[in-house]
Structure formats: structure tokens, C-alpha cells
């Protein structure tokens, strides 16, 4: 208490900002599997949930090739409200998903071919050294988006809802504006 107190009269004096100084704590590190994991540029873009007279929009990461669908969302610390990865497949089948190496808890949307949700479950990260549950469509899908547990039933959305993706316009070199 003496320390904090004390660091507290010292910025008052130098005139630094106090409240975001002490409230500032370092993030924990990352698992070890996290270090030696590739990094990869995703395309942004837009979701919209269609369902009765909500419209609910996320902000999605778009993972469409073999590698980006095999990272997700693995060891991310967080992920904003509004925020998502959507997983594009080339096919429609049923799909499996596990949270090998996803730190935080998710929900997924499994969605069909003409873009109507067709399931949607609650995803927990493994214990440490447990057993990686296998999350398993019930029905073929050829997209999933996963957000923050819990998202879709604060929203209101539910099996049935139509999806709206809009993706992003790619900008167009300074010479063409």
C-alpha cells in the first residue's frame, strides 16, 4: 500500500496520467505452445444475424484456407463483443471443431449452404492436460462463426436465423480513386 501510495505522489507530481498508470496490470504470458505459432493476415469483414426483427452485426476475421481454418481462434487472450472468426469451407458436411489451444470460451454457429443457421453450441478450453472435446455439427454446414460464449443467446439468435456476410471491399490503388 506504502509502494502504490507512493507512486501515486510521484506522477501527481511529474504530472502523468495516475488512473491509467495504476490500473495498467501486464498481460499473462502465453502458453509456450503459443510462441512458435504462425501469424497470419486474415481478411476482415462483416456478418449480419437476420432473425425475426433483429439484426445483429459482428465483425469477423475471415479464415478460408486450410492453414487459417486450422489456427481459429487459438491463443487469443480475448476477443471483442461483436467480434468473430468466420470459417469457410469449400464443401457442406457435417463439421467438427475442438479448442485445442483456445484460451478463452466460444460459441458456434454452424451454418448451411444458402446461409441460415442450422446449430449452435457452447465451446469450453480444455483443462489443462484433459481430454479435447470434438464439438461435431448436427447438420452439414459450409460455414461456422465462432464469437464469445454466450453471444448469440444475448442477442437473440437462435437455429433459423439468416446470415448476411459482406465482405470487404478491397481498396483500390491511389491511381484509381
Known amino acids: 500500500m506504502r509502494k502504490r501510495l507512493y507512486l501515486l505522489t510521484i506522477l501527481v507530481v511529474l504530472g502523468l496520467p495516475?488512473?491509467?498508470?495504476?490500473?495498467?496490470?501486464?498481460?499473462?504470458?502465453?502458453?509456450?505452445?503459443?510462441?512458435?505459432?504462425?501469424?497470419?493476415?486474415?481478411?476482415?469483414?462483416?456478418?449480419?444475424?437476420?432473425?425475426?426483427?433483429?439484426?445483429?452485426?459482428?465483425?469477423?476475421?475471415?479464415?478460408?484456407?486450410?492453414?487459417?481454418?486450422?489456427?481459429?481462434?487459438?491463443?487469443?487472450?480475448?476477443?471483442?463483443?461483436?467480434?468473430?472468426?468466420?470459417?469457410?469451407?469449400?464443401?457442406?458436411?457435417?463439421?467438427?471443431?475442438?479448442?485445442?489451444?483456445?484460451?478463452?470460451?466460444?460459441?458456434?454457429?454452424?451454418?448451411?449452404?444458402?446461409?441460415?443457421?442450422?446449430?449452435?453450441?457452447d465451446m469450453n478450453p480444455p483443462a489443462p492436460g484433459g481430454e479435447i472435446p470434438i464439438y461435431l455439427s448436427r447438420y452439414e454446414a459450409q460455414y461456422a462463426l465462432e464469437v464469445n460464449q454466450g453471444f448469440f443467446t444475448r442477442h437473440g439468435i437462435g437455429v433459423g436465423a439468416r446470415v448476411v456476410y459482406r465482405p470487404r471491399a478491397a481498396r483500390l490503388p491511389s491511381a484509381a480513386r
Not at 75 to 96: I, N, Y
Not at 97 to 118: C, E, G, H, Y
Open 18 to 121: 495516475t488512473e491509467a498508470c495504476l490500473s495498467m496490470r501486464a498481460a499473462p504470458p502465453l502458453p509456450p505452445f503459443c510462441q512458435d505459432l504462425p501469424r497470419l493476415e486474415l481478411r476482415p469483414a462483416r456478418v449480419q444475424f437476420v432473425q425475426e426483427n433483429r439484426v445483429v452485426t459482428v465483425q469477423v476475421e475471415v479464415a478460408d484456407t486450410p492453414e487459417a481454418r486450422g489456427l481459429g481462434l487459438m491463443c487469443r487472450t480475448s476477443l471483442p463483443e461483436g467480434a468473430g472468426m468466420l470459417f469457410v469451407f469449400e464443401e457442406s458436411r457435417p463439421w467438427a471443431f475442438w479448442m485445442k489451444n483456445t484460451l478463452i470460451p466460444l460459441s458456434i454457429a454452424f451454418i448451411d449452404s444458402a446461409w441460415r443457421i442450422v446449430d449452435i453450441q
